[in-house]
């Protein structure tokens, strides 16, 4: 492929700056092919702004802040939106909307233009998809540079390469596999929801990447279950909508599983889906969105996800900073923490962890095997392994983000060259899809599991505790670690303390296979009073 990659990488022209982060490698098999008539005349993208002032901890910890507040004073500056504004004009590139409170441009151009303007070369190329098969997409390779005046103002320019950046955390089984299965109400039982709640005056935000459900099978779901159906909205972002695919085992599939477990065990709160491309403009766009809502979600659930080692550094940084608006404002981040073991569906032999699952402004969900005794109380409950080709839990240290406070005083194991870095997973549920959750999609019953399910399993229970305590959990690892130590799990959890993901085994206390543990709803909601 004839791209940036063929020009030099460590020279930048004169009158331009390199774009830290933004260096891209070839997406995986990609070729060129010849573009869609009329694909050219218009690219769109999302620039994120620096912000007028670096967020601090103490904020993204304590209180929760006004959306005004947090515009005044760490969102962009209207300046630098007017210099961008200016800047891109004069290059033939059009601002479609600008959002100060979450820092965001949205852009538009030809391939032509935008090329120019960011030192980039674009291609319509098709490559391995994430979650298989192939797609097509503009396709970059290499660093971004910027004209010099916006150097230090613009800290990513997303969306140029369209790629898919992540894969649904989800795992359909067939019948014959399933030895037993659970429905969204039996679970709020077995993990002790507590008892005079049900999210009523509460909203959780459900991010998509594709995919869509019909409200037909939401209907038939709720009643069977025997729990009244929550209100569901849908919200376009970057031009994506509701639009169900009649393929369950595809991403109508996650739609689904997400919209029935958080309706199931919290059917009185509002539920708005943001359906979104599946690139990281998208994702971060789509995450931004839901953040900023009005009314502010008091959740957001994730089950979308990709290696952390496959984003560009300016593409999770911009994620990372999207998720701690989210806390500063109130809001709880639930991330499934991947499908795929340690390994993550990398092929190197080393331990890798998903992001966002890996951010340390969200809580990382891993997954467990569930099996229950004939009056309905646990058997067992290990680490969902499900061996070659059968998915398990994702866990293990990060990379890209350091070790925080907070989880210090457990017993993260260090990561490559021994530095000790963000754990994953924080918390757990259900998600063998053997012992797996029983949805309704397109038309059709059926189960599915997968570290997917316990993302929206966490924000149904943060809904449910935020109405029973009035206050939001915004980042809820400062509550759930509190009393926490190497060796125990804190009040609030079950112990899960056997079965491995690969490279980790379960172990008493925090591990990087399900974190501290199951919930016990009714002692955690004691706790967070407390």
Wanted: aromatic fraction near 6%; hydrophobic fraction near 40%.
């Amino acid at each position: 492929m004839t791209n940036s990659s063929d020009q030099p990488t460590n020279v930048t022209p004169a009158g331009r700056a390199p774009l830290p982060g933004s260096e891209r490698p070839p997406a995986a098999a990609a070729q060129s092919v010849q573009p869609p008539a009329g694909a050219e005349a218009r690219i769109e993208a999302t620039l994120v702004l620096r912000r007028r002032a670096e967020l601090p901890e103490s904020v993204v910890r304590g209180a929760p802040i006004s959306r005004d507040e947090l515009t005044e004073k760490y969102g962009a500056d209207p300046a630098d939106v007017q210099r961008v504004t200016a800047e891109l004009a004069g290059q033939g590139i059009e601002v479609l909307s600008a959002d100060p409170a979450s820092r965001r441009l949205r852009v538009a151009g030809t391939v032509e233009a935008l090329q120019t303007a960011f030192g980039t070369s674009l291609e319509w190329a098709e490559s391995e998809a994430p979650a298989g098969g192939r797609v097509a997409h503009w396709h970059r390779t290499g660093e971004l540079s910027l004209p010099e005046p916006l150097s230090g103002v613009v800290t990513a320019v997303l969306g140029l390469d369209s790629r898919p950046q992540a894969r649904a955390n989800f795992r359909a089984v067939l019948p014959h596999a399933v030895s037993s299965s659970y429905t969204p109400v039996q679970l709020g039982d077995v993990y002790n929801f507590p008892e005079g709640t049900d999210g009523s005056g509460r909203t959780v935000a459900i991010i998509e990447l594709g995919g869509g459900y019909e409200a037909s099978d939401l209907a038939t779901y709720f009643q069977n279950i025997g729990v009244p159906a929550p209100k569901v909205t849908a919200v376009g972002v970057d031009g994506a909508q509701n639009q169900p695919g009649g393929d369950p085992n595809g991403a109508d599939g996650e739609v689904a599983l997400d919209i029935e477990v958080v309706g199931g065990l919290a059917p009185g709160a509002s539920i708005v889906v943001y359906f979104a491309p599946n690139t990281d403009a998208g994702f971060v766009d789509a995450v931004a969105q839901a953040a900023h809502a009005t009314p502010t979600p008091d959740a957001i659930s994730i089950s979308w996800g990709q290696s952390e080692d496959q984003w560009t550094a300016q593409a999770r940084q911009s994620m990372d900073e999207a998720f701690a608006d989210a806390v500063a404002l109130g809001v709880t981040v639930t991330v499934a923490a991947g499908d795929d073991g340690s390994s993550d569906r990398q092929s190197d032999g080393k331990p890798h962890v998903d992001f966002p699952a890996s951010s340390p402004h969200v809580l990382a969900c891993g997954g467990t095997r569930l099996e229950l005794d004939s009056a309905g109380k646990v058997a067992a409950e290990t680490v969902w392994n499900g061996g070659s080709g059968g998915g398990a839990t994702g866990g293990g240290v990060s990379d890209a983000f350091e070790l925080p406070d907070w989880q210090q005083p457990v017993d993260v194991p260090g990561a490559a060259g021994g530095r000790s870095g963000r754990g994953v997973p924080d918390v757990a549920a259900v998600a063998d899809p053997a012992t797996g959750y029983q949805v309704r999609v397109d038309g059709k019953d059926t189960v599915i599991g997968g570290t997917s399910a316990v993302a929206p399993l966490w924000a149904a229970l943060v809904a449910r505790l935020v109405q029973a305590t009035g206050s939001p959990m915004g980042l809820a690892q400062r509550l759930l670690y509190a009393d926490a130590a190497k060796g125990t799990s804190p009040a609030g959890f079950r112990d899960i303390t056997s079965g491995k993901n690969g490279a980790y085994s379960a172990a008493p206390g925090w591990d990087a296979c399900t974190g501290l543990g199951v919930p016990d709803g009714d002692a955690l909601l004691k706790a967070v009073k407390g």
